[in-house]
């Protein structure tokens, strides 16, 4: 059992860095200077996941959501809103939801076509929720459901911390994500 749930966060964290990535340096492929900067960026971010080298102290919630818009707007060209209305220590329940929450405005970055997309987090009473919201083209959940993206990083990954997830969208409307986790 903790072999596959190991081996689960490894496809998702490939999934989640790696493998976007790639797809980026395919996208822009005749931006030498922009490709560089994608491999150099993931280069470090995966012999921290790999080697520990990562910061000692890890940020909390309302910390690491910007830090994620931030990321999220640079390597995606998208504008992030992001709102937090009070914050919670880092922990193994808040790094997933954060992971969730980037994948889903990966998700909007990618698929949308919208030039925004707003990112709500809030702790209160021991509860981290999240929203991630684009106005955008939107899709139809049932027929997404069968890739790497919303099943497992995001559904599977709030789940294995004792949280919850939720899509919602409807084509022409955009879509919103919901993710729950005690803090």
Excluded: C
């Amino acid at each position: 059992m903790a072999r596959a749930e190991e081996r689960a966060a490894m496809a998702n964290h490939l999934h989640d860095s790696v493998l976007q990535t790639l797809a980026l340096v395919q996208r822009d492929s005749t931006d030498p200077a922009r490709v560089a900067g994608l491999a150099k960026k993931q280069e470090r971010e995966l012999r921290d996941w790999l080697y520990g080298d990562a910061k000692t102290s890890r940020p909390g919630l309302a910390e690491g959501l910007r830090n994620l818009a931030e990321e999220i707007e640079e390597i995606h060209r998208v504008r992030v809103e992001v709102v937090t209305v009070g914050d919670a220590a880092y922990s193994s329940k808040t790094e997933a939801a954060i992971a969730a929450a980037r994948e889903a405005l990966v998700n909007a970055a990618k698929h949308s076509r919208s030039e925004m997309v707003h990112l709500y987090g809030e702790s209160k009473d021991g509860r981290i929720s999240l929203y991630v919201r684009d106005r955008g083209v939107g899709f139809d959940p049932d027929a997404a459901s069968a890739g790497q993206g919303i099943p497992h990083s995001i559904v599977a990954r709030v789940e294995a911390v004792g949280g919850s997830a939720s899509i919602e969208s409807s084509l022409g409307r955009g879509t919103e994500v919901r993710i729950s986790v005690d803090a």
